[in-house]
């Protein structure tokens, strides 16, 4: 059997077996490994699915590709255990499938019947009087049996002492063992589709998967007081080759679901669990589960507080690699904006002063969003600044920087960017494209030319070469660079702004003060979005060349 080891971008993973279901991954809904969110995924972007005896993999014609041991998947592959997919910030290793390490607890396929050895009871059977007379041997005069068991279960609830998970697990199942004289025992949480040991005592265990689907499915606990009179129990060679000889399981269950399973047996002859051990121990469970799943609330609102900080701290450190405001230059009207999807991003922007006098442009954007792209970010600004020292050939300049940021960019992790060197005084333009959406020159008639040419992704292959292209700027003309936050924004109807609108607002609005042009293009988009999240990191960059206009510097247009 073969499964898939799938990590995220922030470092969770999850394990997937494969049986003989084809895996779609995309952003639909509908896909078995769906990302909705996630804007560099096409709606259907691959499939792994079982041809014959052999497990292959199919890219289905999507945007950004998919890749397979780092590179570009171009035909349908089958998979050999060891073989790295990746597609956006997911990757999935393929491999065979892990046999469970130091196992102790393994789940028997007997039945449990109606039997008078079998007592099953529910939590709300214990909190109803008549029930826990019914259970109780010897109820006092004038009382029930339910008052302590009532009085167990409000001090627990009104417990607010934690413990770490991994002490409170063990603490759980030494006061169960006590508190009922069991010999053995074992604590089992919910972990995804399996049960995860947590505590244990008394070597391996045996356990009836009918009894552990009551516990689970029907929230029932379970008690059988002697195997040797259960039928069902004899059956199980097993389970009788250990020797039990009572038994009983109970759900960890809080008021809304079962985290998990708590079961303790005997081995001595002598020793035959009650009604009374049942109905303690499922009251224990209980309170326990409310008390683990309180500590693992606070646990995890603790880490979120810290990794809230964290990147708080990393925004204001981002915000220091990224201009704040556009530079002075004679001849030239420069303005732009950047705004974060998350608290820090990928996108990346940068004014240069290039070592011949030149306004070098760069705008960028890294693959994925959150704190690796931020991080990647960083290093390619530090990269760019310091060729732009040297460098003035924007197809060297763009050779150099793929060369440099290949040791340091993951397999799914690349770069595409728009670099240009302007010259005011003749309006020179030379730029390369680096698999980056068009820059917009825009012409004081109207007319609207897409720079497109340069070369593939930064990042991503050793040895590329990237080509030079020249245009001019008139007096008047207006250069829009972006990222795909803004043509790729999404409507209610999972519809992408897009390049052509972006280009309908800004063209009859050509000469409008550049500030006022971005903040009317980034309210169309917020418009278009019309309530949906913002997808992605969103940057506009926009240059004019205007006869001696000696500009003041602008602060950048920032959203929250």
């Not at 990302?35 to 691959?46: A, I, K, T, V």
């Not at 890219?59 to 597609?87: E, F, M, V, W, Y």
């Not at 972990?191 to 009894?211: N, P, Q, W």
């Not at 418009?527 to 913002?534: F, K, T």
């Amino acid at each position: 059997m073969h499964e898939l080891h799938i990590t995220l971008a922030d470092g969770s993973s999850r394990v997937l077996r494969l049986t003989e279901k084809p895996i779609l991954l995309g952003r639909e809904p509908s896909c078995d490994l769906a990302f909705p969110s996630d804007p560099e995924l096409s709606r259907r972007h691959l499939v792994v699915e079982l041809e014959g005896n052999r497990w292959v993999v199919r890219d289905l014609g999507s945007t950004n590709g998919t890749r397979l041991n780092g590179l570009p998947l171009q035909t349908k592959h089958i998979l050999k255990p060891g073989d790295k997919i990746s597609a956006s910030h997911i990757t999935m290793l393929y491999r065979e499938a892990e046999q469970p390490k130091n196992r102790t607890v393994f789940f028997d396929a007997s039945r449990v019947e109606a039997h008078p050895s079998t007592v099953a009871i529910h939590l709300s059977d214990l909190l109803d009087s008549q029930t826990s007379e019914r259970l109780s041997p010897e109820p006092a005069s004038g009382s029930a049996w339910v008052t302590p068991l009532q009085a167990l279960l409000r001090v627990g609830r009104e417990l607010v002492q934690g413990r770490p998970l991994d002490e409170l697990f063990g603490v759980v199942l030494n006061l169960a063992l006590e508190g009922v004289g069991a010999e053995r025992g074992v604590l089992m949480t919910q972990e995804g589709e399996d049960l995860v040991e947590k505590a244990s005592r008394g070597g391996e265990f045996r356990i009836s998967t009918a009894v552990r689907d009551r516990v689970m499915n029907h929230r029932e606990s379970v008690l059988i007081e002697s195997v040797a009179d259960a039928p069902a129990m004899l059956s199980s060679k097993t389970i009788m080759m250990q020797g039990v000889r009572s038994l009983i399981a109970v759900p960890l269950q809080t008021d809304s679901r079962v985290i998990g399973l708590l079961y303790v047996d005997a081995r001595n002859a002598l020793r035959r669990f009650t009604n009374d051990d049942l109905g303690l121990l499922t009251v224990m469970a209980n309170v326990a589960a409310m008390r683990i799943e309180r500590q693992r609330l606070a646990e995890i609102e603790e880490s979120q507080r810290r990794h809230e900080a964290e990147l708080n701290q990393a925004a204001e450190i981002q915000k220091r690699h990224l201009p704040r405001t556009a530079p002075v230059w004679n001849g030239l009207e420069i303005a732009g904006m950047h705004s974060a999807c998350l608290t820090v991003g990928g996108d990346y922007f940068d004014y240069l002063t290039l070592c011949d006098g030149r306004l070098g442009i760069v705008v960028a954007d890294v693959a994925g969003k959150g704190m690796p792209a931020a991080l990647m970010m960083m290093s390619l600004q530090a990269r760019v600044q310091a060729l732009a020292e040297t460098c003035t050939d924007m197809s060297d300049f763009v050779t150099r920087l793929n060369r440099n940021m290949l040791p340091s960019c993951a397999p799914n992790k690349f770069v595409t960017m728009f670099a240009g060197s302007l010259d005011a005084a003749t309006g020179e333009l030379q730029y390369t494209n680096a698999g980056h959406l068009p820059g917009l020159l825009v012409r004081t008639t109207g007319e609207v030319e897409h720079l497109t040419e340069g070369g593939m992704f930064v990042g991503l292959l050793p040895n590329l070469q990237y080509e030079r292209l020249t245009a001019t700027l008139q007096e008047g003309d207006l250069l829009v660079l972006y990222t795909d936050g803004i043509t790729e924004q999404e409507n209610a109807a999972g519809d992408d702004y897009g390049v052509d609108r972006l280009q309908q607002e800004v063209t009859p609005r050509r000469d409008w003060p550049l500030e006022k042009l971005i903040a009317h293009v980034t309210a169309q988009v917020s418009a278009w979005a019309a309530g949906v999240p913002v997808s992605d990191d969103q940057t506009v960059v926009m240059v004019r060349r205007s006869a001696g206009l000696n500009v003041t510097a602008r602060p950048l247009v920032l959203r929250p």
